[in-house]
């Protein structure tokens, strides 16, 4: 990270909407106290509100910012309505909207035109948006332009030492994300041989040219689930919207998870009987014979 | 056990979903409704999920969101939230739910901001997600909240997405359909009244001619909404 994410950086992270959301990652941000942050991502659960809420943070490209179990998130409002712990700019998207900035980061076009969100008023609020007449139909179309993010952070299931990476479960935007990227980071629960990989190369989300740095963090999504691996933590979500009510509370809550511990290893530790409770058997899929 | 709001929410909104449809189904009420819809009148009904699942059969257990694993066991397609959103804007999807914090008379629902200037707003929302695209794109949008005079608004202060194509607004306390692009109420629940709808509702309500007490859940209905949310984390708590 110290490498390849400086302040200042444009970071897509939690591209696969609820799970596999890379907090392992995160928190290190916070560690390293990486400031004036663009965060980009669809949906992002409560890490948004984190890095929003210690202060990494002085844009937001997103179609929403919150806690899935709770509903709102307090660093975030924090953050817009009294403008603390400092103020941030959000770019507004819908889910449908930042999907195709990142496709057309991907594809390498300058836009995509889209019907959606034109009777929005998120098409207005973006200040990156234009509405245009389509010259083929005539019809008005919302141009959404490319988004390239500087890092594109991926938490997936394996990935051998290259970055080449299986994810499997729903993909949500991480592939467009990983496309558009200048560079990815890879965060693996587990770091397998070459030859795992290319069994079943259907299931690699980007080629591992993108891939600058492969960092093996089992448990690195807690509280998000990681399919097969480990399933969500829904409590944890509900006792950090109880505990980040007010500012004093939140930094608590930082000094506790994130500053003090030092690694993910230590975090899991701390989590005590309810990690290991949350691991999934899975099963597993049909032979495929290449 | 007494009917809860919730309950009769859930069945109004599985009564939504027809046969053989393909339906943007959402979290929280709408995904029980999914359920009831398919265990009932709807067995060939098709959910999707935007962050990239389709599956033609209900996840085997309560979800809390729609990433949860078991959502993804027994998905006939775990693909890419572009793959879905663009059937949705194909015209593939026949309907969709969304809930939000505020919603007008004509359907638009906000779950952006409170407050006249986005940049600076009394209350930060999370946002549209897939909200406003569910609105702009799907055949139907189903509008589920709970009801409140400060909810339901003459007009919202940020329209997240849009009413075009709202069909039905069911609340905790009634149902309502759009009619020109007007919210009608047709029935109250039976644990609220005409009276209650009325001064819970920030604009001047429409009733339609034939207005009645919400029908309640079948006792098959009921079954399977307790059988599924057994413990009432979604359909017995408070709103």
Redesign the interface.
């Known amino acids: 990270m110290e490498r390849f994410v400086g302040d200042g950086s444009r970071i897509a992270l939690g591209c696969a909407l609820e799970p596999a959301i890379p907090f392992a990652f995160a928190h290190e941000l916070i560690r390293q106290r990486r400031r004036d942050l663009e965060l980009i991502g669809p949906i992002s659960d409560i890490a948004f509100d984190q890095l929003i809420g210690a202060g990494c943070v002085a844009r937001i490209t997103a179609a929403w910012v919150g806690n899935v179990s709770a509903g709102l998130a307090h660093a975030y409002r924090r953050a817009m309505e009294q403008g603390v712990p400092r103020r941030i700019e959000v770019r507004d998207h819908s889910n449908f909207s930042i999907a195709q900035s990142l496709l057309a980061g991907a594809i390498g076009a300058p836009y995509i035109p889209t019907r959606t969100l034109l009777h929005s008023d998120i098409a207005r609020a973006n200040p990156t948006f234009r509405e245009e007449t389509d010259p083929f139909s005539g019809e008005r179309v919302l141009l959404v332009p490319a988004i390239t993010p500087d890092v594109t952070v991926l938490a997936v299931q394996r990935a051998d030492a290259d970055g080449n990476a299986h994810l499997w479960g729903p993909w949500g935007v991480s592939q467009e994300a990983a496309l558009a990227a200048k560079a990815v980071i890879v965060v693996t629960d587990e770091l397998v041989p070459r030859a795992v990989i290319a069994s079943d190369p259907n299931r690699t989300i980007a080629p591992a040219w993108k891939v600058v740095a492969v960092v093996e963090e089992p448990g690195a999504c807690h509280p998000s689930p990681l399919q097969g691996r480990y399933g969500r933590d829904h409590e944890f979500f509900h006792q950090y919207h109880r505990a980040t009510r007010t500012v004093d509370g939140f930094d608590q809550w930082i000094a506790e998870w994130v500053t003090g511990v030092p690694d993910r290893r230590a975090y899991l530790a701390k989590l005590g009987d309810r990690w290991p409770a949350l691991r999934l058997e899975g099963a597993p899929a049909a032979e495929a014979r290449f | 056990m007494d009917l809860t709001p919730g309950e009769i929410m859930v069945a109004q909104a599985a009564l939504q979903i027809r046969d053989g449809e393909r339906v943007f189904v959402g979290?929280r009420l709408p995904l029980i409704a999914f359920v009831v819809a398919k265990r009932t009148h709807a067995p060939n009904a098709v959910g999707l999920?935007?962050?990239?699942?389709v599956r033609d059969q209900p996840a085997p257990e309560l979800l809390?969101?729609?990433?949860?694993?078991p959502n993804?066991?027994g998905a006939t397609w775990?693909?890419?939230?572009?793959d879905l959103?663009g059937l949705?804007?194909r015209g593939e999807v026949e309907a969709g739910f969304i809930g939000g914090a505020e919603v007008d008379r004509h359907g638009n629902v906000n779950t952006?901001?409170i407050g006249a200037d986005?940049?600076?707003?009394?209350?930060?929302?999370?946002?549209?997600?897939?909200?406003?695209?569910i609105?702009?794109?799907a055949g139907r949008l189903i509008v589920i909240m709970a009801h409140d005079r400060k909810r339901l608004r003459e007009r919202v202060d940020?329209?997240?997405?849009?009413g075009?194509h709202a069909s039905v607004l069911i609340t905790t306390l009634g149902v309502f359909r759009f009619v020109d692009g007007d919210a009608v109420l047709v029935s109250y629940h039976p644990t609220s009244s005409l009276e209650g709808v009325r001064a819970n509702t920030g604009w001047d309500l429409r009733v339609s001619n034939d207005v009645h007490v919400t029908e309640a859940p079948s006792p098959e209905m009921l079954r399977i909404i307790r059988g599924y949310d057994h413990d009432g984390f979604w359909t017995r708590r408070g709103e």
């Open positions: 979290m999920f935007e962050l990239g699942i809390y969101t729609m990433g949860d694993p993804v066991t775990c693909a890419r939230t572009l959103m949705l804007q952006t901001a986005r940049a600076h707003p009394a209350v930060q929302l999370p946002g549209s997600g897939g909200g406003a695209d609105a702009s794109l940020f329209v997240t997405s849009p075009d």
